[in-house]
């Protein structure tokens, strides 16, 4: 199950730079959920920014951060 949260920055250019908050039940999971973003022509610029284990919750699931323009290169 993914949880996502997007925030959406409005700049001077046709781009959107999006910030992506998501949870995966494991590494490959998360790999795989950024390889998709990475090739889907909508986005440019899919980078991680940040990964973390959340032990406190049940299943340990990895929460990470995702930043890409979304429309083009900014």
């Not at 996502?4 to 998360?30: D, F, K, N, P, R």
């Not at 390889?35 to 022509?41: N, P, R, S, T």
């Not at 406190?56 to 699931?61: N, V």
């Amino acid at each position: 199950m993914w949880s996502i949260h997007m925030y959406m920055q409005l700049g001077c250019s046709a781009s959107v730079a999006i910030t992506l908050t998501a949870e995966a039940a494991s590494a490959s999971e998360m790999l795989n959920y950024l390889d998709a973003l990475q090739i889907d022509a909508r986005l440019a610029n899919v980078v991680l920014v940040s990964h973390a284990v959340q032990v406190q919750t049940p299943g340990s699931p990895l929460r990470f951060q995702l930043r890409a323009s979304w429309g083009g290169t900014p």
